[in-house]
């Protein structure tokens, strides 16, 4: 019988492309015992997101309703990382940015699309098979999976790396009771590079391989509520995600995936202006960014990182709007970020804002944030003066 799974993965290798895969592994649905110290580590250093399953038996040990775990299929999709004529961000006309993995079509429903294909596929062979697809809320995990199946090596930016696709991949699985014969893992590695390691803006890989998603970048960009001022700096105009550690990665290098249509970004949605976030509508928010995977969170923390921005590109066209914010906005993380961002600004214009917003502010947290943000702006009043 043996033989006959291995005539079935080689048609369905064959049948990848296809199916909407550009890579696909098999791998055994053994438990993840490496993984299971890991993930105690991480948890106990307090290095967890929030947003992961927090039963770590469920993560390390693949389970298949109906059925028994046999074997894992990884898959992989690659994704563009380069944008052509990108508009440019000017005084005046300053604009944010989404990470990479956000361009395009939402990953979840190209995955989720590509998966099903692929159990039709399947199921038209052996009728009786017992298959799960994973996408992102599944309970293992995408990076061990892949890894273990051959699509790439686990670099030190917590990333999978392939050699022939780079890290500009999204991952899925399907856990399914036919035992495959599995493949074998990349052996190529990071070797000496630490270049992600240094060039991580808020140092959150704090070893190979080991990430602080609490100092995470991607991570603070989903956040909902106040963040501080080191890491508001740190953030730059990123208004989702970042890639500095995978731009940065030499595997990286000329890689470019623009062969799915569906994935091409619109640079108007990608790279957008920052003003007219701030005063996007429920409604508005979901036509321009609800095909992108960054609409899951909500405007909430968008609408919070582009106040950010602008107060990172000091940019004074802003000005009236925040003031806006700072006065009448019901969210006081949003107050509370635009005092900041007033402060970076500088200028008569915002020390009259704060001083305004501080005589009929009562959020805690927002007053000792106007303060701070009063004492700056005066403190560069006098050193201009």
């Known amino acids: 019988m043996n033989n006959n799974w291995s005539t079935l993965k080689e048609?369905?290798?064959a049948a990848a492309p296809e199916l909407g895969i550009d890579d696909i592994?098999?791998?055994?649905?053994?438990?993840?015992?490496?993984?299971?110290?890991?993930?105690?580590?991480?948890?106990r250093k307090g290095y967890e997101s929030g947003f992961e399953e927090p039963d770590l038996d469920k993560r390390t040990v693949p389970a298949l309703q109906g059925g028994e775990p046999m074997s894992i299929l990884a898959?992989?999709?690659?994704?563009?990382s380069k944008m052509d004529n990108p508009p440019k961000s000017e005084p005046g006309e300053r604009r944010g940015i989404l990470a990479r993995a956000s361009w395009g079509r939402d990953y979840h429903q190209v995955l989720r699309e590509a998966l099903g294909k692929l159990e039709a596929f399947i199921r038209e062979r052996v009728p009786d098979a017992v298959m799960e697809s994973m996408v992102d809320t599944g309970v293992l995990s995408d990076r061990a999976v892949a890894e273990r199946a051959g699509i790439g090596f686990s670099g030190k930016n917590c990333a999978i790396i392939s050699p022939k696709w780079g890290s500009w991949i999204y991952l899925g699985e399907m856990v399914t009771n036919i035992p495959f014969p599995p493949d074998v893992p990349v052996t190529e590695g990071c070797g000496d590079c630490t270049k992600c390691i240094d060039a991580c803006p808020t140092g959150a890989l704090v070893g190979p391989g080991q990430l602080n998603a609490q100092a995470?970048?991607?991570?603070?960009?989903?956040?909902?509520?106040?963040?501080?001022?080191e890491y508001m700096t740190k953030i730059g105009n990123r208004l989702y995600g970042c890639d500095t550690c995978q731009i940065v990665c030499p595997h990286n290098?000329?890689?470019?995936?623009?062969?799915?249509?569906?994935?091409?970004?619109?640079?108007?949605?990608?790279?957008?202006?920052l003003l007219p976030i701030l005063s996007i509508s429920n409604r508005e928010f979901k036509e321009k960014f609800g095909i992108s995977s960054a609409a899951w969170r909500g405007k909430?923390?968008?609408?919070?990182?582009?106040?950010?921005?602008?107060?990172?590109?000091?940019?004074?066209?802003?000005?009236p709007k925040l003031t806006e914010i700072v006065l009448a906005e019901p969210r006081p993380e949003m107050r509370g970020t635009a005092a900041w961002a007033l402060s970076r600004i500088g200028g008569e214009e915002a020390l009259a804002a704060v001083e305004q917003a501080l005589a009929r502010e009562q959020d805690e947290e927002v007053l000792g944030m106007l303060r701070r943000a009063q004492e700056k702006l005066r403190e560069t009043a006098q050193a201009e003066g």
């Open 11 to 13: 048609e369905i290798k």
């Open 25 to 43: 592994g098999f791998a055994t649905a053994e438990p993840f015992l490496y993984l299971r110290t890991v993930l105690e580590e991480h948890r």
């Open 75 to 80: 898959i992989a999709v690659a994704y563009p």
């Open 216 to 229: 995470c970048i991607s991570y603070l960009t989903q956040t909902k509520g106040f963040l501080s001022e």
């Open 253 to 273: 290098r000329g890689k470019n995936w623009n062969h799915r249509p569906e994935l091409l970004p619109d640079s108007e949605v990608v790279k957008p202006l």
């Open 300 to 319: 909430k923390p968008i609408q919070r990182n582009a106040i950010i921005a602008l107060g990172n590109f000091k940019e004074a066209a802003a000005v």
